[in-house]
């Protein structure tokens, strides 16, 4: 049978990564595919030939609209990121008739449902498994390995750059921007940092997580989004102290009143397995109702890995590119007249544990003004660390643990706690998930 023939827009890390499993596997893939997957169309504006054996028998150019126009492309890769002009060229491809791979979580999160309406429309296949936590098959995990279970909630560490930088300041004691900058030098990072280190890159695979796990349309702008530039090493002193460990995760979960969606730095037991995931490493923990929890592991960015996953799709693509459209697997696991409008949660609706850190002086009844504030808002204490005063500081750090209790009560009371005279600045608030099954 004739190879399946591959446009492929970018030739960067994973553009290239990608170009290379193609070529180093191809044999493998074959058997698998039942016919040769072969890139012979590619767009780039700047890449190393040095480094991608092969490439010279490719048609290489800077005009990614040639790809998608050219008549002889079957499935086209988009790996360049960002929302245009991916959007644009993602939408050219489908009404050309073209199935569509992408490991672009922004342009999935944020325009999944158009995109995917065209590709309806077209009887085309958009695949997206490298979108999400990159080498992990999450996707296909949760769109037909766990189609039998009513999905109860998602946790994952879904963004390797800021699992690196915490990882590096917890064992290390290095600084923030130091280990960014490490990250970005090994290819893991967005093309804007702010995007990992401010949880928008992670809001937008949570997006994609929580579509996939109840059927939602995507909702990327209500995804509550908090990044990990705030957090200290003390921060992450303490929590080790308390039995916890800090990692920036992102929570979709089912409750009666609607859905969560939650991108948020959040301490969990170190005893847990997803607590001592380290490094660039991904993890995402499903808990569904019949197979109880499930825990994907594995890399979640740089070349290979994520090149692993868009290779996996092409696979999937090549081996049904005969099939009936309706017989597919729906983009986003549910059949698309078959999605549900629950409401997105706002996060005052959200009931978490919190660790608060506040800096009180060192006079008598602080404390008890503290809790009192906490009791009266019905929050119930659960841990109380009190740091001795520094040498010559009239001021000590107090953290505490709370029991679960609704975001909306907290906020209410950490204005309160705020407001005395006996407090100096602000309070810091980290929700804690204890992530029991
Ligand atoms: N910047 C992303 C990360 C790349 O660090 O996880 C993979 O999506």
Redesign the pocket.
């Known amino acids: 049978m004739k190879p399946v023939k591959v446009g492929l827009l970018g030739l960067g890390t994973v553009g290239g990564g990608t170009f290379n499993v193609l070529r180093r596997n191809a044999e493998e893939i074959a058997r698998r595919a039942g016919r040769g997957i072969e890139v012979s169309h590619a767009a780039a504006r700047d890449y190393d030939p040095g480094g991608l054996p092969g490439i010279e028998q490719v048609t290489v150019s800077d005009d990614a609209f040639a790809v998608v126009d050219d008549p002889a492309v079957d499935i086209v890769v988009e790996l360049i990121g960002g929302y245009e002009p991916a959007r644009e060229l993602v939408l050219k491809a489908i009404a050309n008739g073209k199935h569509v791979v992408t490991a672009n979580?922004a342009l999935i999160a944020t325009h999944g449902n158009e995109i995917f309406a065209a590709a309806q429309r077209q009887g085309v296949m958009v695949a997206f498994e490298a979108a999400v936590a990159?080498g992990i098959p999450i996707i296909k995990a949760l769109r037909e390995g766990l189609s039998a279970n009513r999905i109860r909630w998602i946790a994952g560490i879904?963004?390797?750059?800021?699992n690196f930088i915490l990882t590096e300041m917890r064992d290390k004691g290095r600084e923030f921007a130091d280990v960014l900058a490490e990250?970005q030098r090994l290819g893991?990072?967005?093309a804007d940092p702010t995007?990992?280190v401010e949880g928008i890159?992670a809001a937008h695979k949570l997006a994609i997580l929580g579509s996939l796990a109840f059927g939602i349309p995507l909702q990327f702008d209500k995804v509550y989004t908090e990044g990990i530039s705030h957090i200290t090493r003390e921060d992450v002193g303490y929590a080790g102290e308390l039995g916890y460990r800090i990692k920036h995760l992102g929570i979709t979960r089912r409750s009666g009143a609607g859905v969560e969606l939650r991108v948020h730095p959040t301490l969990i037991p170190q005893r847990r397995l997803i607590a001592n995931v380290d490094g660039?490493m991904?993890a995402v923990l499903v808990n569904a109702d019949a197979v109880g929890p499930t825990l994907y592991y594995g890399a979640?960015?740089g070349a290979e890995p994520?090149a692993s996953a868009v290779v996996a799709d092409l696979v999937d693509v090549a081996r049904t590119l005969t099939a009936d459209p309706e017989n597919r697997v729906p983009h986003l696991a549910f059949q698309p007249d078959a999605l549900s409008d629950l409401e997105i949660l706002p996060m005052e609706a959200v009931e978490t544990a919190y660790y608060l850190r506040l800096c009180a002086r060192d006079q008598p009844g602080v404390m008890a003004e503290i809790t009192r504030i906490l009791g009266d808002a019905g929050i119930s204490i659960e841990a109380i660390l009190q740091k001795e005063p520094q040498e010559g500081e009239q001021a000590v750090t107090v953290i505490l643990l709370t029991r679960a209790v609704r975001e909306g009560q907290m906020d209410a009371a950490i204005r309160g706690i705020e407001s005395l005279d006996s407090i100096d600045g602000t309070v810091t608030r980290i929700r804690v998930e204890h992530l029991a099954s």
């Open positions: 979580k990159g879904i963004n390797g750059t800021g990250a893991y990072a967005e995007f990992d890159d660039v991904n979640g960015a994520t």
